[in-house]
């Protein structure tokens, strides 16, 4: 049973009947009296403190802590806070040969965020290709902001002679990622908690991609690419929300893995985290899910407000992201996933205000039913017809 906090009005009423029992004949209650106004300093004194115990419960169990104690309960089991990454890639310059771009010469993106040269090189054949990573926050706390696609422009803070001051981002800038949340934090947590010592099962897979920073979801498929292999699928819901949050990069496996095809770009970012913890026999791959959108049409709502209609997309948008699993993969709860049910579907549609009375007619172009994803693909939404 909760304890039934008082209120500060419950504690204003108390102290005021303490006082008028303690004086017989004196008036605590009257606006102006001397004691009318100590009454409510000691109730808000004692409201403080009772807010102060309210935190403190907080803090003093995993599922609620917030802060450096939420850190403190995930360090127990070697789960630590995510922090700020910055985005690497490497940009194209053209020039004239011979002409030598050194580390350390700062470049600047047509918003106004810098980047360093890494790794430089000297012009060949007319261009130069130069490894570059993001600047810091320096409050430690963001980085996804240096992510960006490739064809970005980005010209040179100081200009070298011989070389032409704008380029072009030669791969995409991947891996910046922003200080990890309390939520996203937790959830590992709890994971760890619950988990039994990683041995290399599926779900220690998903625990360890979603260590990366920035990956937010994970998915494993046992045996994905044959015998002995290990199919991990992410994404990146927040660092790579301009693509949806599927990753940037191609498929493959980690660097130090001579079996397979090397990834890139953020698939090689959890390949190779993942590399220095699995079972030394097992083939990694690394994957992005394949985007598979579905139409619906929806009957009884054709004059409904572009408001309800936004909301009835964020909600169907929604449902896929908490249900949504590449088909055949196994989810975090070690559940098999790739199916959506068509009752959840109805369900957060009904949530929405202002819906009553609608019905979905069709989807994908045939009768309602399960979403029931082949194999690697996610469900995210289309189009939304109404009638």
């Not at 700062?106 to 810098?114: A, I, Q, Y």
């Not at 693509?243 to 953020?266: K, L, M, S, Y």
């Not at 009375?357 to 189009?383: M, R, S, Y």
Request: charged residues 10%; aromatic residues 6%.
């Amino acid at each position: 049973m909760p304890y039934p906090r008082p209120t500060l009005s419950d504690l204003k009423a108390q102290v005021a009947q303490d006082i008028a029992s303690g004086l017989p004949g004196a008036d605590p209650l009257l606006r102006f009296s001397n004691l009318n106004i100590i009454a409510k300093i000691q109730a808000n004194l004692a409201n403080g403190h009772y807010g102060y115990l309210d935190w403190i419960s907080l803090q003093t169990n995993p599922f609620t802590a917030t802060d450096e104690f939420l850190e403190a309960w995930a360090a127990l089991k070697n789960v630590f806070r995510e922090p700020a990454t910055q985005a690497t890639g490497s940009v194209t310059f053209s020039g004239t040969n011979g002409t030598v771009i050194s580390a350390g010469q700062s470049l600047v993106r047509g918003d106004g965020v810098t980047y360093t040269v890494t790794a430089g090189g000297t012009v060949t054949g007319g261009i130069v290709t130069v490894t570059t990573q993001a600047d810091a926050d320096p409050s430690g706390l963001t980085g996804a902001f240096g992510n960006c696609d490739a064809g970005t422009v980005l010209t040179l803070g100081t200009t070298i002679a011989g070389i032409n001051s704008s380029g072009a981002a030669a791969t995409p800038f991947t891996g910046g990622a922003d200080l990890e949340t309390d939520d996203s934090l937790r959830s590992r947590m709890l994971a760890a908690y619950q988990s039994n010592p990683k041995i290399g099962t599926a779900i220690d897979y998903i625990n360890w991609a979603r260590e990366v920073p920035g990956v937010t979801r994970a998915w494993v498929i046992r045996n994905g690419a044959g015998s002995g292999t290990v199919v991990v699928y992410t994404m990146l819901d927040g660092v790579e929300a301009a693509h949806g949050g599927f990753p940037q990069g191609t498929n493959g496996v980690a660097t130090g893995e001579w079996r397979d095809v090397t990834a890139t770009g953020d698939q090689l970012l959890v390949a190779n985290h993942i590399f220095a913890l699995q079972p030394v026999t097992a083939l990694v791959f690394s994957v992005a899910p394949i985007a598979h959108a579905h139409n619906f049409t929806i009957s009884g709502l054709a004059g409904s407000s572009t408001g309800t209609r936004n909301a009835i997309a964020a909600a169907i948008t929604e449902v896929f992201l908490r249900e949504g699993a590449p088909g055949g993969a196994i989810k975090a709860d070690g559940t098999q996933g790739g199916t959506v049910l068509l009752e959840d579907i109805n369900a957060a549609i009904a949530a929405v205000p202002l819906t009553s009375g609608f019905v979905i007619t069709v989807i994908d172009g045939g009768a309602p039913g399960n979403i029931v994803e082949p194999t690697g693909n996610l469900p995210t939404l289309g189009t939304v017809t109404y009638v």
